[in-house]
Each structure stands twice: as C-alpha cells, then as structure tokens.
C-alpha cells in the first residue's frame, strides 16, 4: 500500500511538508496525521466494494494528482461569476482556485453579529476552540474510506459558515470553488447553524477549462442545532474531466430545518454520499436533486435518509435527465432508527432517457425498526416520448424546442419546490443549453 | 368577439387558399391503411368526416400533420399549392395547419399558458428561431384571459399542466382553447365531441363556430350530430376500409348519423371487404 502511495504526489515527502508549512491548532495536524495513515494503510474501492458495484474506477489515477499548487492571483481574473449569484443581493462570497482561497468578502453587519464565513483553513487557525468540537469530528467519518481519509488528511481552503446563536441571515451567502486545468481541489465545507439561526449558502464549482482534466476530493458538513434553518444549494459544474469524490452528511437537531438541493451537471465521473442524520425530535429535511448527465459522464449518488429521532420527516426528491451515452446511478436508503417512532419518510428518483444509449439505476431501500413509521418510497425511468413530440410540433415548436419543453417539464416537479429564483433559473438555462440537437 | 384572422391572410384570397388531398395512401408499420383518400377543402368550408372506428380517419389527419410513423406512400398533400409532404410537423403547422386530436398528448410539468404561448408565438412568427423572444408575458396571457372567458374555460386551466391529469372531456376543451388561439387556416378536428356529455358538445359546437368564424376551413371527425349542429357541413365524407367513398352535402351527414353504415357498406362492397380485411388484421395482432 505505502508503495503504492509514494509514487503519487500523495506522498509522505509531500504530505509533511504540507503539514509543516500550515500553521494550524494541534488538534488540527493530529487529525491530519491520523487520517494520513488511514489513506496510506486502506485500498482504492473497487467494484468487490457492495458502494462501488456500479462505478468503475480502473481508469482513475490517483498519481496524475498531488498536493493543489498556489493560487496566481491572475487566475482570480479568469474566474467567473458563477451561475447561482446572478440578480442576488448576497450577504458574503468567497472564491477559491484549487481550494486556495483567492477572495473573500462579508457584510460589516453580518461580521458585527459573528457570523464567520470564508476560508476554513484561515478561520480555523483564529477559532479552533470553537470549531474543534465539529470539524470532521460529529458528522463526516474520515476514516470512512481512502477517499474521506485523503481529505481529511490534506484538505486546503475551504468553506466556512458559522452562525451564531439565534442570527438570522437573510441574504443568500455565495461560495464559488473553481479548478485550473489538471488541478486538484480538496476544499471542505463546514457550515455550523447554532440554535434559533438561520442562513441561505448557495455553493458551486466549476473547471476553469471546461474539458481538462481534474480531481476534487471533498467533503461537506452540515450542522443545523435546534430549531435553526439551513437552506443550502451545492451546484457541482466541474468541467467533463474531473474526477469527484465526496463525503456529504447533515446533522439536522432537535426542530430545525434543512432544505439541501444538489444540481448534478458536471465532472467525468462523480461518486458522492450524500446522508442526511435526523438527531433531534421533529427535524426535518427536504433533500432536491436536479441531475443532467451527457457524453460519457457516470454520476453515481448514493443517499442516506437517517432517522435516528422521532417525530422528523425527510422527504428526498431527485430527477436526472440522461442524454448520450451517460450514466446516472442513484441509490437511495431510508433508515429508521428502533427510536424512531412516528418518522415520515419520503424518497423518490424520476430518470428520464434522452437517448437509447443513456442508462439510470435507480435503486430505492428502507431500513426500518421502528413500528410507528410511514415510509414510502418510488422510482421511475421514462423516456422521452415521441408521440409527445410530435404533438408538440403540430403547435409548432421544433423538435428541439419540444425535447426542451418535455424536459423541463420533467424537471418542474423539483424546481417548484426550490424557493431561490436564481436558482431555478441557472439550473433550468444549464440544461436547456446541454441538450443537444437532435433527430 | 374573436378577431378576424387578419395577420396572415389577404382578404380577398382567402377563399381560394386549399387544403387538396389527393389520393393519399398511407402504411403504418409497412401495413397499408389508407388506400386513396381525396378531398379538397377551401377556407371557409366545413367538411365532415364520417366512418365507422377503423376506417382511417385519424390515419388521414395525422399523415396530414406529418406523424413520423404514418408514411405516405403515394399521393399528395397541398396547403395553396405548396407541398405539405415535403415539411416537418412544426412547420406545417407554421403554414396554418391545426389538427384537435382524438387522443391528445399528456406534458406533465409544462403549464398550459406556457406551452400555449410558445405555440402561438411559433405559429404567429413562422420564421422564429428557437431562443428568439416570445409574445411578451402579458400581452399573452390577456388574450388567453380573453379567449377562456369566451370559450367558459376555467382560468385555472392555464395554470394546469398540458392534458395531465384531464378528464376526457377537459383534454377535448383545451384543445378547442388551443384552436382559438392559434388560428390556422385549416384545423381538423378528430372526435372533438367524445367523451363530452350533450351539455358539453353544444357548447363546443357553438364554441368552433365562434372561433372559426368565417375564413377557418374545417375538416370535423365525428359520429355524433350535436357538433355539426353549429357546424352545418358544406361537404360530408364517407370514409370506409381506408378510402373516402362518397362525397354529398349536408344530407349524407344526416342520412348516416340515423341509418348507420349498412348502405356504405352495402354500396361499397370492394371497401367494405378491405374493412373487413383490416379488422381481421386487427384481432390477430390483438391475439398473437
Ligand atoms: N399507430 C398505429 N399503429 C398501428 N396501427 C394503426 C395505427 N394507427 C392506426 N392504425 C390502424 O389503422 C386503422 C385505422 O385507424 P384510425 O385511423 O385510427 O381509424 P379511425 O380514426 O377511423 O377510427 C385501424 O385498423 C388501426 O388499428
Ligand atoms: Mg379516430
């Protein structure tokens, strides 16, 4: 395994260096190290790994990749808006080249109510007595896999959102992570709601070349305490060469609120976890996914609903469109804790084929131990009709103008229950854009 | 009042525009339904089309739109002398070409008002291209106000997505709203009136003429008198086992909806056979 490693740009020699030049807590370079033996010591998954069945990884070389490079300012230039901020007024933004932070902004009057958002690396170093306690520590395992564990080890940048107690933010915060051509990106998002808080985060990447080759690495953490509501939009619009991989878990407590929308649009291939914990009685969750695969893309999302409280509801909703020859695997499980009672469980995932060479597995589970529980759960893989099309061309439309419609209309379903325009739109005019003409 | 069809159509040549179907063959799946149907329908003219279930008369308005699995084998489709065989659905539609359909297709996710608004503006500019700027929000949706509150529509239906979740008779208004706001030259309307309870279909009868008013040219689809009550047929068809034999006036309609298809079929035996022939087909395909 060490062999293995130390021909990567993961090599000890890198990785202590790495260390050294970091300045951070104790605790912090401990975790570090601890994960670092974990990655040395785990295989890669294989397709032997019941989670990596359906997602081939042969072709991914771990030593194509090392430690990000600095960020050259000039990059900042190259670097642009991001879909999901346009016609918002944002409380705060941050901008990050291979998990390098290049910008980094916040509203005097949220500062002035303590509410810390920027680069976790830098943050982290001023409040580690106060993050301690949650970074990589309550919700995301680091030794959970080769890919947790190298995060945790070698993470850079970041994201953090930290509200305190009882501060409600009402302009959206905008997170804006970008990858250089080959470059690697292993930035961590940990977004920490304190009781009675709320915030709007609105997240996305994207490759500054569209086509080159990339590796994120990541992980998000999600803390909303009590009666606190978090709505956070994670946009992944890596370019169609990176490789990503990522560990997502929410913690939702006692009363709180979180409204989780995932768009899918981009990177060669993507395996996420994405888990949502339901910890304290009456959580509630609402989980969006707007998927679109094209070209040769594998997206492969595996989603865990835990009810591990009584009384919280989760309800999951994903929709993936599939044009080319891509492919979208979504497994879903509900999992209902022997204290679980009276969870309202709720899990769906809609496929819709554009080509005959696309493919959606759709596999929903429920895992329940609790008596007093309504759990449902469904799927469905449709394609685009012809006789749809053609109805729609008796009124005119082109064909591309009707397999635009029906595919919005596919998607509606999801949109309608995402409450930020900005974000309905970008999503919506993403997809339009991507289908293809056709015939 | 709904307006003239003015944007599109000079006056005085309105009359002499044509839909001339001549001796249409049409296979579905290599299997020949249609066998030679001829009509010639002028704007203004009201046409119906009558025959027993299976005779082809779907067939024939739906090779008439260009569905891509009805394939014209020989003969000829004419909107005032311009080819319509040689078009793509959309853009006969563009040239003024509107079918109701017996069955009409379910969107689900796209609302009424935006599907309509994107077909009217398509069919109003036939040289948009995809992306161009559409009939502005509010312009549009006070005409379709407009439109529903004379056609007694629901509001709400604008609101609905396109035929999801409609009842029989709700899928047959929209697409009679659908007719009101795209004006075509011509429009064929397949069973417009079934599924509708006899309240329903006076109104819809009364309905078609108020939007056709007099420069529409309508081919009308229909077993039942009711719709042809506003509609009083200038021309009535006959179609039988794929081909259109006979052609009267408003008589034949009336002789047909009281006596039924014995004497067609009785005068027509060489049609009839090939009905027959085509049922036959039929129950096979059904069994095997
Ligand atoms: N899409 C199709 N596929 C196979 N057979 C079809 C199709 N459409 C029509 N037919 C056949 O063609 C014949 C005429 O059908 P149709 O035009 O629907 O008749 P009508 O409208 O007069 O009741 C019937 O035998 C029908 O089964
Ligand atoms: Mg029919």
């Known amino acids: 395994m060490t062999e293995t490693a130390v021909q990567t740009g993961f090599n000890q020699d890198a990785f202590d260096a790495f260390l050294a030049a970091r300045d951070e807590p104790a605790w912090l370079s401990d975790l570090r190290r601890a994960a670092w033996e974990k990655f040395l010591e785990l295989p890669m998954p294989s397709r032997q790994d019941e989670e990596w069945m359906r997602t081939d990884i042969r072709l991914f070389r771990l030593d194509r990749f090392g430690f990000p490079a600095e960020a050259e300012a000039s990059q900042l230039d190259q670097a642009e808006e991001g879909l999901l901020r346009q016609g918002v007024e944002v409380g705060g933004h941050t901008v990050a080249v291979d998990s390098r932070p290049l910008a980094s902004e916040l509203s005097d009057r949220l500062r002035e109510q303590g509410v810390l958002f ?16 949650h970074l990589l520590a309550r919700a995301v395992d680091p030794f959970q896999d080769k ?27 905008h997170q804006l992570s970008l990858l250089s051509a080959g470059g690697v990106e292993l930035g961590h998002t940990l977004v920490v709601l304190e009781e009675g808080a ?6 996305e990447s994207a490759s500054l070349d569209p086509e080159a080759a990339g590796l994120h690495c990541g992980a998000i953490e999600l803390l909303v305490g009590p009666r606190a509501t978090l709505r956070y939009v994670n946009l992944q619009n890596w370019g169609t060469g990176v490789w990503h991989f990522a560990h997502q878990k929410a913690l939702v407590d006692q009363d709180a609120n979180l409204q989780w929308t995932i768009g899918v649009l981009g990177s060669r291939l993507a395996k996420v976890n994405q888990h ?39 309800d999951l909703l994903y929709k993936g469109a599939l044009q080319d020859d891509s492919r979208i695997v979504w497994r879903g499980m509900i999992k209902v804790d022997p204290g679980a009672q009276k969870t309202d469980g709720y899990q769906r995932n809609d496929s819709l084929i554009l080509n005959r060479e696309a493919r959606a597995d759709s596999i929903p589970g429920l895992e329940i131990e609790a008596d007093d529980v309504r759990c449902t759960h469904g799927a469905t893989t449709g394609r685009v009709d012809d006789e749809q099309i053609f109805y729609c061309r008796t009124r005119g439309m082109t064909r591309n103008e009707a397999v635009r419609m029906i595919v919005a209309g596919f998607f509606q379903q999801v949109s309608d229950r ?9 999503l ?8 293809r003409e056709y015939e | 009042m709904i307006a003239p069809n003015t944007n599109r159509t000079n006056e005085s040549m309105s009359n002499t525009e044509t839909l001339k179907i001549t001796d249409l063959h049409v296979a579905v799946e290599g299997k020949p339904i249609l066998c030679g149907a001829s009509l010639t329908l002028r704007r203004g003219e009201t046409h119906a089309l009558m025959g027993p279930n299976g005779s082809g008369k779907s067939t024939l308005g739906l090779a008439v739109m260009g569905h891509p699995a009805y394939e014209v084998t020989s003969g000829s489709v004419e909107l005032d002398g311009v080819d319509l065989l040689e078009l793509d659905p959309d853009e006969r539609a563009r040239a003024g070409v509107f079918m109701a359909f017996q069955r009409p297709m379910a969107i689900p996710g796209v609302k009424m008002a935006d599907f309509l608004r994107h077909a009217t503006t398509n069919v109003r500019q036939p040289d948009r291209k995809e992306g161009e700027e559409l009939i502005p929000m509010r312009e549009f949706r006070k005409e379709l106000r407009g439109k529903m509150e004379q056609l007694k529509i629901d509001p709400e239906f604008a609101r609905r997505y396109v035929n999801d979740g409609f009842s029989g008779g709700e899928m047959k208004r929209a697409e009679i709203l659908q007719l009101a706001m795209l004006q075509p030259k ?21 309905s078609i003429a108020e939007i056709r008013g007099g420069e529409m040219g309508i081919l009308i689809i229909t077993h039942h008198e ?24 408003p008589e034949l309609a009336e002789e047909l909806h009281r006596d039924g298809f014995d004497r067609v079929r009785a005068d027509h035996p060489k049609a009839a056979a090939q009905e027959a022939e085509l049922e036959k087909l039929q129950k096979e395909e059904a069994v095997g």
């Open chain 1, 276 to 314: 949502v914990a339901l910890v304290g009685t009456g959580a509630r969750a609402q989980v969006n996914g707007v998927m679109f695969s094209e070209g040769r893309q594998h997206l492969s999302y595996h989603t865990l609903q835990h009810h591990e409280a009584p009384h919280c509801t989760s």
């Open chain 2, 186 to 206: 011509f429009a064929i309307l397949d069973e417009t009136d079934s599924g509708l309870d006899a309240d329903a279909v006076k109104l819809a009868s009364a």
């Open chain 1, 418 to 426: 995402i409450p930020i325009e900005s974000v309905r739109v970008a």
């Open chain 2, 226 to 249: 009711r719709l042809l009550e506003h509609n009083r047929p200038d021309v009535t068809h006959v179609m039988l086992g794929g081909r259109i034999v006979e052609t009267g006036g």
């Open chain 1, 147 to 173: 890919f947790a564990a190298l995060h945790a080890a070698c993470w850079s940048g970041g994201t953090l959102l930290y509200v305190p107690r009882g501060v409600e933010v009402e302009e959206p915060l």
């Open chain 1, 428 to 435: 919506g005019e993403a997809i339009a854009r991507r289908i």
């Open chain 1, 118 to 133: 920027g680069a976790l690396d830098e943050l982290v170093r001023e409040h580690g007595d106060l993050l301690r306690p």
């Open chain 1, 198 to 203: 709320s915030a709007t985060l609105l997240a």
